[in-house]
């Protein structure tokens, strides 16, 4: 199993040597020869004379080889590290705490690239698409949407990814009814995977002159949005396209005209809205490739109970389908159900500190 390479914390400090025992396998899980191969074979891709006719293809492709030369070189980088850091212990024992401190600051960057290696799904490399949905609550859970829609952008921003909002609805006194945006970045899907699910919050409600405890909840979706074009045939009869003015940003012009698109898949009943862009025509495109993302998603699902969540009719936002609870009052604490991994600084979480709770995910989704 793969994590059980990790050290407990209580080993500090270890040794040079504990570490390259440690590497060494992890080092054969990457893979690195399969990566070069890859790199090379897109390379050769992007030497053709052709190569950048098709631009959005082009900058997949390149951003793909990009990613895996920027990993292969991390890889590379540490391994000869701790060849160093070995000579340099038979060498001289006086050097023994500087090597020391130099293993303890390699071993972070294992530990970063070793959680890369759980990205070994079909769709894990994708860009991922996020939607929020106010639940129970009133108020108080079209303010809860709002306040994940925060959290979310500030952990991308962390991560260094675009995010981009595709519709949005805004709430009648406070927050947002709902909201569908992508996150453009390699492997985002597969750490949003885990936020797949309903989200629970307990707080003194702002919105209660009596300042009386709320518990409101907000369901958020993820489906991976592939960067290549999806191979998905949709039939036009299929399809029931509706227009309707938009709401929310984007601009003037935006507002006065019926540019928002809502696109409903008969057979399956997925519907997808857009309202985002400034033409119609643009908003149908969008809306599209998100319609094909989701019925690739949905025809990959065997389990019909699996279908019936990702067209969104049995996951209720309320009591009992809580992946996650953010408890403000009467005491702080953030708590994912599936891992029972819990932290006190809930104001941090809130900030976008997520990734102990997606590493907490992955590892439990080895362990199983």
């Known amino acids: 199993m793969l994590f059980n390479f990790l050290f407990p ?28 191969q890859q790199i090379k074979d897109l390379q050769n891709q992007m030497a053709k004379p052709d190569f950048w006719l098709d631009s959005d293809k082009a900058k997949v492709i390149s951003q793909k080889a990009s990613h895996l030369e920027q990993e292969v070189k991390s890889w590379q980088n ?3 590290q701790i060849n160093d850091l070995m ?22 960057q294992i ?95 702002p919105f209660d002159a009596e300042k009386m405890r709320h518990t409101s909840f907000a369901l958020v979706e993820v489906l991976p949005h592939a960067q290549e074009e999806v191979e998905i045939e949709i039939n036009a009869k299929d399809l029931r ?7 929310g940003h984007g601009g003037q012009g935006v507002n006065t005209t019926d540019s928002a698109v809502r696109i409903t898949h008969l057979p399956t009943k997925i519907t997808v809205s857009c309202q ?16 094909k993302s989701k019925l690739q998603k949905f025809y990959e699902t065997e389990v019909e109970e699996e279908r019936q969540k990702l067209r969104g009719e049995f996951t209720e936002a309320a009591w009992g389908n809580q992946v996650r609870s953010y408890v403000i009052h009467p ?19 809130l900030n976008g500190d997520l990734m102990p709770f997606i590493e907490a995910y992955l590892k439990s989704q080895v362990e199983n």
């Open 241 to 247: 396209i509706d227009t309707f003015r938009a709401s």
């Open 276 to 291: 985002n862009e400034r033409s119609q025509q643009q908003n149908k495109e969008t809306a599209l490739k998100i319609l």
């Open 111 to 205: 530990n970063k690239l070793e959680l890369n290696l759980l990205f070994n799904q079909k769709h894990d490399h994708d860009n991922a698409i996020v939607a929020i949905h106010a639940g129970a609550g009133g108020t108080d859970a079209q303010d809860w949407a709002e306040m994940l829609l925060r959290m979310y952008f500030r952990f991308c921003e962390k991560q260094g990814w675009q995010t981009n909002i595709i519709t949005i609805s805004a709430g009648s006194e406070a927050g947002i009814k709902s909201v569908l945006f992508e996150v453009i970045g390699y492997n985002s899907y597969g750490f949003f995977k885990s936020e797949n699910g309903v989200h629970r919050l307990v707080r003194i409600s």
């Open 78 to 80: 540490i391994k000869q």
């Open 331 to 349: 005491y702080k604490q953030v708590k994912d159900h599936r891992t029972n991994f819990e932290v006190k600084d809930v104001d941090k979480v």
């Open 9 to 36: 914390m209580s080993d500090f400090p270890r040794t040079i040597t504990d570490l390259q025992k440690r590497f060494e396998p992890i080092f054969e899980l990457a893979k690195i020869d399969q990566k070069e």
């Open 87 to 108: 000579e340099m212990s038979q060498m001289d024992g006086e050097l023994k705490k500087e090597i020391s401190q130099q293993a303890a600051k390699l071993e972070k």
